[in-house]
Each structure stands twice: as structure tokens, then as C-alpha cells.
């Protein structure tokens, strides 16, 4: 396995993770293998000693519960005298079994942008989509009545592809902003 | 090893290891893993999570070869939690030793 490898079987595990922190997981690992090459080790041998790269990465996820589980902890503990690393030993700060009290962590960003993704739909895209779409029936419709009058085919063809081009951009504008919406509402649920 | 015991020892080690001086990833991962046979990889979540709960500050600087290097510096929360953590082991081994019958 090299780098490349590494590094992709890595980042495939962090896609939960907002950008900023993967980048910055990832460079940690870039740096451990610039220095490690410029140490004289070969891109394998720095593979064999990092680890498996999965296992690895889940560290990050199950570490940023972990973290969120001790300022909870802090917090609940602010008002008693109890300390988060008290002295009953190793096992308080990490017991698998309490993180299940973790409230979701919403992302803020995404929330933000999941508001403004309906609300452009409201105002602008929705009521924009249907108008195309009902400009396009409109030509069809006036095209097939004043349809008898043109006797030329070319007219019609011109009419009815204009029809198609509004009726499909106003469907590819709905779509496109219900998809925007999906991804934002996907992604305000995973920890930031 | 036990996962959360390991994990444990490992921020023990990291924040000894740096009450010492300001150390670079690689530099941890590599003193660490000439004593304890650990995947090097498994010392940089610690060290995100340690950064995270306000254990020591990073900053970058150049070093002669190649790009600069994220350095890590204890902070005075960090030096606590390194001092809880080492009574806590101290009296840990202290009684496994008794239990498995040391002397």
C-alpha cells in the first residue's frame, strides 16, 4: 500500500466530518509521511507503521463523540465538585455505554444553509418553476389553437421547442433546490 | 490491550512527553512506538481529542527540510490532567501489582 492508498481508504471513512476537520485530520497524516519520507523510510513502511487506515480514521469519529460526551460531562458536572477525570479511574471519562445520552450535534452551517434553501424555494425558485412550466403549457396551448393558421411546420416546431425549454427549465430549477435542500437537512445531523 | 485502557496510557505518555518541551506529531508517534508496540496512526486522534479539550495550544513552524510542522505545547490545563492522569496510573499499577502478587 502507498500513500495515495493510505490516504484515500483514510478520507473515505471521514465523510460524516465537515470539511474544515477533515482537512485537517488529513494533514496530520500528509506531514507524518513527509517527514517519515524525508527520514529515509519508503511510503510502505510508513503505511505498516501507522496502522490500519480504517481503524485509524474511525478513532476521529468515535474521538469526536468522545469529546462531546466530557464537555457534557463538564457541564453537568460545573455545579457538584466531581471532575471529569475523577480518581474512580480510567473508565469515566470513556464509558461507551454513557455516550448514548449525547444529544445529536446539529451543524450550524448547514442549518443556516437548509433555511435559505427553503426559503429561496418559497420565494424564488417554486413560484419561478411554475411559471415556466405554465408559460410552456400556455404555448403549447396557443400554438395547437393558432396552430391551424400557421401553415408552416417550421413555426410550430419553433413553438413547441420553446414550450419543452420552459417546461424543462422549470422542472431542473425545482429539482435542483429540493436536492439542496435534502443534502442540507442530511448534513445538519452530522457532528461538525 | 483493552482500547480504553490503552487510550488512557497514550495521553498519558503524549502529555509526559511534552511537559518536556513542544514536540511535532511525528516525533510522539515515534518515541511512543519504540517503547509500546502501538500503530503509529492511533497517536493522532489522541492528540486532536487532547487539542480539542484544551490539553496544549499547536502552532507551526519550519523546519529545515520540507513543509512547517504543526508543534504541540502544554497548556496549564493540559499539565493538570497530565498530573491526574499519572496518580491515577501510579496508583493503579501500585495495586495490580499487589493483586497479582509482585512481592
Known amino acids: ?192 | 490491550m483493552n482500547t480504553q485502557l490503552k487510550k488512557g496510557v497514550l495521553e498519558l505518555c503524549v502529555l509526559s512527553l511534552l511537559k518536556s518541551g513542544d514536540k511535532y506529531g511525528y516525533e510522539l508517534a515515534e518515541s511512543i512506538s519504540k517503547e509500546i508496540a502501538i500503530s503509529e496512526g492511533t497517536i493522532y486522534p489522541i492528540l486532536r481529542r487532547l487539542r480539542d479539550e484544551g490539553c496544549f495550544e499547536v502552532y507551526l513552524r519550519e523546519s529545515s527540510s520540507g513543509p512547517p510542522r504543526k508543534y504541540y505545547k502544554i497548556t496549564p490545563h493540559g499539565l493538570e490532567i497530565q498530573e491526574q492522569l499519572f496518580s491515577e496510573w501510579s496508583k493503579l499499577t501500585a495495586r495490580v501489582s499487589n493483586l497479582i502478587g509482585g512481592n
Open chain 1, 1 to 192: 500500500m502507498n500513500k495515495n492508498d493510505y490516504l484515500n481508504e483514510f478520507s473515505s471513512q471521514l465523510s460524516s466530518l465537515d470539511y474544515q476537520s477533515k482537512q485537517d485530520i488529513i494533514s496530520d497524516f500528509e506531514e507524518h509521511f513527509s517527514i517519515g519520507l524525508s527520514s529515509g523510510k519508503t511510503e510502505e513502511q510508513i503505511c505498516a507503521e501507522l496502522g490500519n487506515p480504517i481503524e485509524n480514521a474511525r478513532q476521529y469519529l468515535s474521538g469526536e463523540k468522545k469529546v462531546t460526551f466530557v464537555h457534557a460531562n463538564k457541564t453537568a458536572n460545573s455545579a457538584t465538585t466531581a471532575a471529569p477525570y475523577s480518581n474512580t479511574g480510567y473508565n469515566s471519562p470513556y464509558n461507551p455505554s454513557q455516550q448514548a445520552n449525547i444529544p445529536p450535534r446539529t451543524n450550524s452551517t448547514y442549518t443556516l444553509l437548509f433555511a435559505l434553501a427553503i426559503i429561496i424555494g418559497i420565494f424564488f425558485s417554486f413560484p419561478v418553476s411554475f411559471g415556466f412550466i405554465c408559460a410552456g403549457i400556455g404555448i403549447c396551448v396557443a400554438a395547437g389553437v393558432t396552430g391551424a393558421m400557421f401553415t408552416s411546420p417550421a413555426l410550430i416546431a419553433f413553438f413547441i421547442s420553446l414550450a419543452v425549454l420552459f417546461v424543462l427549465s422549470g422542472i431542473i430549477l425545482t429539482m435542483l433546490n429540493c436536492w439542496l435542500i435534502k443534502i442540507c437537512n442530511r448534513k445538519r445531523y452530522t457532528a461538525a
